[in-house]
């Protein structure tokens, strides 16, 4: 490989590698479409983040956090829920890049999934 290339390489990595962070994405007041209780909201958040990777607390009645560990990075959602509606928000993360409203893409990734999981987990039932 000739140093030129080389070098418009490691400029072209040196470009991007500062390009990872999206805006962050809350998903605010996304709807039941099923006729369920409060409690098997909340069951489905359980079952849907246990199957990702996710580990749940009650934090409050309708409340849970929840919180993914993979290799170095920490993410953590605050979940909250009624019989008609849930809503995802950020919480807190570690080695995710978050500043200024922005952070990692894989936080959002992660977020989508969880969401589609629970809208899974709530259309089975």
Known sequence: MNK????????????????????????PDVAVTSQHTPEEVRLAIIAAAT?????????????????????????????????TKY??????????????GKIHGNYNRWIANLSQAIQAQLNSK
Not at 4 to 15: D, E, G, M, P, R
Not at 91 to 100: E, F, Q, R
Request: aromatic residues 10%.
């Open 4 to 27: 030129t290339f080389a070098f418009a390489a490691l400029l072209a990595c040196l470009t991007f590698a500062g390009c990872t962070t999206k805006p962050l994405l809350d998903l």
């Open 51 to 83: 199957t990702l990777g996710w580990q749940t607390k009650d934090v409050e009645p309708g409340l849970l956090r929840a919180t993914l560990h993979l290799r170095t990075h920490t993410a953590e959602s605050d979940i909250a829920y009624s019989a």
């Open 87 to 100: 809503s995802i928000t950020y919480a807190g993360s570690t080695d995710l890049d978050y500043k200024d």
